[in-house]
Structures are given as structure tokens and as C-alpha cells.
């Protein structure tokens, strides 16, 4: 998962076994004891997550003794101060599901970070040209974007976090899950599964979809080659169809990429600053770009069309 090797004693969706035995985890999701007393968060609350109907969904502390995640209906996950170890205190009939993606969201990529690992909430697919990175707020179709490049042939990279690596020829992507979490009707608009899938978890209207060797997964991380910041329209109310790609400044896409450092909220501004430079690097050697577009499957083939074409054409393509 993400690169590192994982013990879980939760179900942890569409993580790969292991296939040599004896090595030692990098990281483990231990259930405590039924008597075990969780320990008091001992710092400060970093972020919280409220619904206006419920009140508190989720807090986050973080102190001395490491980060307290706690999530309603869930439980808390404690993570201990050498990011190597969670210990997870599961709420009374708790649904196991929603804890497995609880641990491979919020809490690893916390944990990601603590170990030196910066990581955006993107989607991500590895094509002819290299890694293409898919940002943008809620709504904007990032999982549908990944999809459409996944069923013309290219290999997912991530669905939800993208863990980066810089290395002395670029920035990489690291390969996250092989599954998706996706919209029945892109299910139905992309990707075209003939058989029903399963919820993500209890009553969640998205659908868990696993490739399982039925779309490709990238098998090691990959150059990014470019990221778009997705600006999505309805091409009713505008009466054009027009896919239009313009490339951030330097500051455009560094604003871009800070605000969709996954789970920023849970850093400490002495983390925050530390990635600063690195993301200033990346934006400096791959492009951003700003990509308005119109919703409808209908016009997946031209978006994905210009995509490729605009990248053929950025001087220094030597594919």
C-alpha cells in the first residue's frame, strides 16, 4: 500500500498479500485489546470536520504522544509518535468497512507525511506521455476523468491520494490502491462493468470498483508528466462544447497543489512549510494547467483527445 508494506488486523480494501514471508511491516493497524484504555489526547485539536445536522464527525489531535483520529460511529485511531504503529479502538458494532478505508484514507496519509512522504488528493493514470494528474474540488470529476483514461488503455496511479518522490530526473508518482471509488453512472459511463459492485461501505451510494487485472495498475511510479486543475461546465447552459486548456503561472500552480495536499488540515504549519520548497520544485519542472471542460460522457473521447494532443505539442515532448 502506497509503497510500504502493511499488517492489518482490519480488512483493508484491495491491498495486495504479500508474497515473502517473514519481512517486517513498515507500518501496522492494531486492534487494542477490548480492555485497553485509549490514552488522552495530550496536544491540541489540529482540524475537525462538523455537520451542521450530527455536530462533530471528526477530530484530529495531535501532541507529544502522536495524532488522535477520531471519527463518529467509527471509533479513534491512535497513531503512535514513530508513525510506524495505529492502534484502532473500533465504536461498539462499528462498520469494518468504513474503518479499512478510514485507515487506507485519512490515517495513512497522515502517517505518510510523518515519514517524509508528501502526498495530494488527486487522480492519477500513467499514459504514452507519462503521469497525468487530475486536481480540483469536489465535483469536478476527477475519478470520472482517471476512468475515461483507464478505459482507453491507461494504468491507474491513484484514485484518491498520490504519494510523490522526487528524484534528480523529476517528480514520481507512487502508486496507491488498484480500486476506485466511483458514481454508479460513471461505473455505467466509463468503465461499463457487467455485473453489479459493491458499496464502499454501508448505505454509501458510491460503488467500490477493484481492477483486478481487468484495467491495468502502474507497477511502479511514474514521471509526472503534467497536472490539471479541472474546471468542469455544463455545456446546456453555455451552449458550447469547448475544452480549454491554459497553463498556470508559477504561483497559479503552487496555490493549486497546496490546496489539495491530502488532509492538510492534520498538518502542523511547521509541516506544511517543510513541503513548500519541494512543491515549488515540482511546479517548476511539470506543468500546470487549468482545464475547462464540458460534463457528459458524450464528450469524453474530444476531452481525453485534446488532453494527449496538448501534450504533443508542449515543447520538450520527446515521445
Request: one cysteine or more; hydrophobic letters at 45%.
Amino acid at each position: 500500500m502506497y509503497g510500504l508494506l502493511v499488517h492489518s488486523d482490519f480488512w483493508l480494501p484491495a491491498a495486495a498479500p504479500c508474497e515473502e514471508p517473514g519481512l517486517a511491516a513498515d507500518i501496522v493497524f492494531a486492534r487494542a485489546p477490548e480492555r485497553q484504555r485509549l490514552p488522552a489526547p495530550n496536544g491540541a485539536v489540529v482540524a475537525s470536520v462538523v455537520c451542521p445536522v450530527h455536530g462533530e464527525e471528526v477530530v484530529v489531535h495531535r501532541g507529544p504522544g502522536g495524532a488522535w483520529l477520531w471519527a463518529r460511529a467509527l471509533g479513534t485511531c491512535h497513531i503512535l509518535p514513530t508513525a510506524r504503529r495505529v492502534e484502532v479502538y473500533p465504536e461498539p458494532g462499528a462498520d469494518e468497512r468504513a474503518i479499512g478505508f478510514m485507515l487506507i484514507g485519512r490515517v495513512a496519509n497522515l502517517i505518510l507525511h510523518q515519514r517524509g512522504t508528501p502526498s495530494i488528493h488527486a487522480s492519477a493514470v500513467v499514459t504514452s506521455k507519462g503521469a497525468l494528474v487530475f486536481l480540483g474540488r469536489g465535483g469536478q470529476g476527477k475519478s470520472t476523468m482517471a476512468a475515461a483514461f483507464l478505459g482507453r488503455g491507461s494504468a491507474l496511479l491513484t484514485d484518491d491520494a498520490l504519494p510523490l518522490d522526487e528524484r534528480p530526473d523529476g517528480v514520481y508518482g507512487i502508486p496507491s490502491l488498484p480500486l476506485m471509488k466511483l458514481w454508479p453512472a460513471t461505473v455505467d459511463g466509463t468503465l461499463q462493468f457487467p455485473h453489479e459492485l459493491p458499496e464502499l461501505w454501508q448505505d454509501s451510494v458510491k460503488r467500490l470498483v477493484t481492477l483486478d487485472g481487468r484495467f491495468d495498475f502502474a507497477a511502479a511510479p511514474a514521471r509526472l508528466r503534467a497536472c490539471y486543475v479541472l474546471d468542469r461546465y455544463e455545456p446546456a447552459t453555455t451552449g458550447a462544447a469547448d475544452v480549454v486548456i491554459r497553463r498556470l503561472n508559477g504561483r497559479e500552480g503552487l496555490a493549486a497543489l497546496l490546496a489539495q495536499v491530502s488532509y492538510g488540515t492534520d498538518l502542523l504549519p511547521a509541516e506544511m512549510g517543510r513541503w513548500l520548497p519541494f512543491y515549488a520544485r515540482l511546479v517548476a519542472q511539470t506543468p500546470v494547467y487549468r482545464l475547462t471542460y464540458p460534463s457528459g460522457f458524450e464528450h469524453q473521447d474530444a476531452v481525453c483527445a485534446r488532453i494527449m494532443d496538448s501534450l504533443a505539442q508542449t515543447a520538450g515532448d520527446t515521445s
